[in-house]
């Protein structure tokens, strides 16, 4: 299996004390939260996954200005609580942040499903799309994305199995979801694309975003 590149680049500040969240092969990952302004004023807050690789590795403390780069996780929640499918950044790195706030996602992958135009009530085009970027050991992130305005109507023209390059940012939103009689507020994360390409449009010897 080919793997794709899945690629984040965050500056932000941590919003919450790093807690233990599972093991694995004797490693143990931490969760963080990340708060991350938009140019509008409003914050992104997204889920940090640390590894502890080693005791020298220090945890990130709450209010820190840092940078996280990484991979985007995705994976399915089977306990019947909270969102269906999660979505999370694996930090590869995590150091003292400097500069500007800052939240680039690259990804190439492949349209997993046939895309979803729709219009907000304020007229507004946008457009659902559902990507899949492989990983290596033949696992796959399948990773929520919208587009808007022309690049909707564009998002809105592909094929399932279409390859796509994109960068973008990832984004968190709050929505009520309603269970029998009672109402939850939860949180989707969804990459808003800002750019798209196809393998055929990009030129053939370069580095690629």
Not at 88 to 95: E, G, I, K, P
Not at 115 to 131: E, F, Y
Request: with cysteine; glycine share 8%.
């Amino acid at each position: 299996m080919e793997q794709k590149e899945n690629r984040v680049v965050l500056r932000g500040t941590v919003a919450g004390e790093a807690v233990l969240s599972h093991q694995v092969h004797g490693i143990d990952f931490y969760r963080f939260p990340l708060a991350v302004p938009r140019l509008s004023g409003r914050e992104d807050l997204l889920n940090i996954l640390f590894p502890l690789s080693s005791p020298e590795t220090a945890l990130p403390q709450a209010g820190a200005f840092v940078e996280v780069t990484g991979e985007i996780r995705s994976f399915n929640n089977r306990s019947g609580v909270g969102n269906r499918l999660v979505i999370t950044v694996l930090a590869r790195s995590v150091v003292p942040g400097e500069g500007d706030p800052c939240n680039q996602v690259f990804l190439h992958g492949v349209l997993c499903k046939p895309p979803v135009l729709r219009r907000t009530p304020l007229g507004r085009d946008i457009c659902d799309l559902l990507l899949a970027v492989n990983r290596r050991y033949r696992r796959a992130d399948y990773l929520p994305c919208i587009a808007w305005g022309s690049l909707a109507l564009q998002c809105s023209q592909l094929q399932t199995g279409d390859a796509l390059w994109l960068d973008g940012r990832l984004q968190s939103r709050t929505y009520l979801k309603t269970i029998g009689e009672t109402t939850q507020e939860r949180t989707a994360f969804e990459i808003s694309i800002t750019c798209l390409a196809f393998p055929e449009e990009l030129p053939q010897e370069t580095d690629l975003l």
